[in-house]
């Protein structure tokens, strides 16, 4: 039973293996300059995948604020922010600059199938000093669904500047590590046989 027990320890230790992955919005002026498209490489231990951010309604356009269309913002409803992923990965937390107090100068998110939700820094969950927004609970993106941004009204004017994602390690994986845990298993059992 105590090897049984190893087995298992190893293979949640594995899986627990995958960490976080931060991506910083500002300062990207020459990934983000000139195109309403463009695709980011980003690897989570070992798994590599990419990151495609659309704009509409301009271009995208990044410096020291934060990332916008067609400059460092978006404003209004007619400017829009599209994040999706190559590979299924777990929402973490997206951050802000420059967002309002009231609905009106606030941000409208939608993540995946998620009701859209309306963020300003006067509501609880949204801290006016950090303009994070932290679901209560990890939200699962397949790949390819996406993660929008647009104004709450057409006066609002925020822009995005950092987003957090892990990535979900395909279940062949799992499996390859629930395999090598009982190859190495029944090799110890063999010699100390």
Known sequence: MRKIAGVLTLVLS???GFCEVVYDYQNQGAVFDGTNRVHVALSDSGINFMMTVAGTGGELNSNIGGLGVGDDQLDGTSEAITVSFSTAVDFVSIDFGAVGTTI???VQLTVGTESPRNLYTGIPGFNG?????TPASVIR???GET???TGSSGTSSFDLERITVMA???PATGGLLLLGSLMALMVRRASRA
């Open 14 to 16: 594995a899986a627990a």
């Open 104 to 106: 009106s100068d606030g």
């Open 129 to 133: 000093t950090s303009k994070v927004y």
């Open 141 to 143: 993106l397949g790949a």
């Open 147 to 149: 993660i929008v941004l």
């Open 168 to 170: 979900v390690p395909e």
